[in-house]
């Protein structure tokens, strides 16, 4: 089992950082991390390098104190990639490449790691399940059990998706008695919507199209409609799974347009489409439940490439792993 503090014994310089476009447990990862590592390591220099995430972490100890411009920093003792490998860390890579020690902590299914040390485990359902397991008990605080318990509900689906193990239901019992409001973050941070997500969620549902006999879902915003309403790509999160719990519905896609003839892809489904299989076979991933990835071309030229490799896992009529 990977030691924390045995790795960072020493280092007078430590930085953390996760993937683009972060999401709850990439966020509460590297927020816990930052936190438990100053706490247990005060006279090391911790800091987090990340994408701008959404306001609605705002709450977790340290989102003010995350340096999202990426600027030039003499080489650190450690650095940390969570919930994801080199390639996807954007303007934080730099970092990562440099530093002495690189230590990759991940759930997602890699080939090795990217790191000079490496803790890769996709049999748990969040980075922040992994951190957990490697955290002292002992030193855990309200701020420390809050951060990871966002991260685990986040890539749990609040305990819905099929990555939840009765482990992981175990470690989110034991962290909501630090004695947070656990309710309420699920509330605001998974389920509230703005009243203008709520807006051009509701069109993306409208404008959806069901095919393979209804099993499956697809919608797309274009960039003309993310700017008439005004919306980022983090305004579309939670869309995708909408899609998917239609009725009948298998698998959901849903789309938005990153740029000319390009797509950012979110992939959702049951029981009878591993949907990581059909990520990776465009350059992207994910769990066999929740995937994504890029892709080039038309709306329809993305479709009709996904819908050759779903109909396949539809018509194999089996369970996906």
Not at 80 to 100: H, I, N, Q, S, V
Request: include cysteine; charge should be negative.
């Amino acid at each position: 089992m990977l030691n924390l503090l045995d790795e960072c014994r020493d280092a007078e310089r430590i930085g953390i950082s996760g993937h683009v476009r972060p999401d709850g447990d990439c966020v509460g990862a590297v927020l816990s991390l930052q936190m438990y590592l100053r706490k247990c390591l005060p006279e090391a220099d911790v800091r987090v390098f990340l994408e701008q995430p959404s306001e609605i972490f705002r709450e977790i100890r340290g989102f003010h104190e995350i340096v999202t411009d990426f600027p030039e920093e003499a080489p650190f003792d450690v650095f940390f990639a969570l919930d994801t490998d080199a390639e996807r860390m954007g303007g934080a890579e730099k970092y990562f490449r440099a530093a002495a020690k690189k230590i990759n902590i991940d759930h997602h299914l890699r080939a090795a790691g990217s790191g000079d040390v490496n803790h890769i485990d996709s049999s748990v359902g969040s980075t922040c399940e992994l951190m957990y397991d490697l955290m002292d008990e002992e030193k855990l605080d309200r701020d420390i059990a809050m951060a990871l318990y966002i991260g685990i509900i986040h890539d749990t689906g609040v305990f819905q998706y099929s990555c939840t193990t009765p482990a992981t239901m175990e470690k989110g019992a034991n962290l909501i008695r630090y004695g947070f409001d656990f309710s309420r973050l699920i509330r605001e941070t998974f389920f509230q919507k703005t009243y203008v997500q709520a807006q051009i969620a509701g069109r993306a549902l409208m404008e959806s199209i069901r095919f393979l006999d209804g099993r499956c879902i697809v919608s797309a915003v274009d960039r003309k409609t993310m700017d008439f309403y005004n919306v980022g790509t983090k305004d579309l999160d939670g869309i995708v799974n909408q899609l998917r719990n239609i009725e009948g519905v298998e698998c959901a896609i849903f789309m938005y347009q990153t740029d000319v003839m390009e797509y950012k892809v979110s992939l959702r489904s049951g029981e009878k489409v591993n949907v990581a299989e059909v990520a990776s076979y465009f350059g992207g991933g994910g769990h066999a439940r929740a995937a994504g990835c890029t892709m080039k071309g038309t709306f329809h030229d993305c479709v009709n490439n996904l819908s050759l490799h779903i109909e396949k896992q539809l018509e194999a009529g089996g369970s996906a792993s």
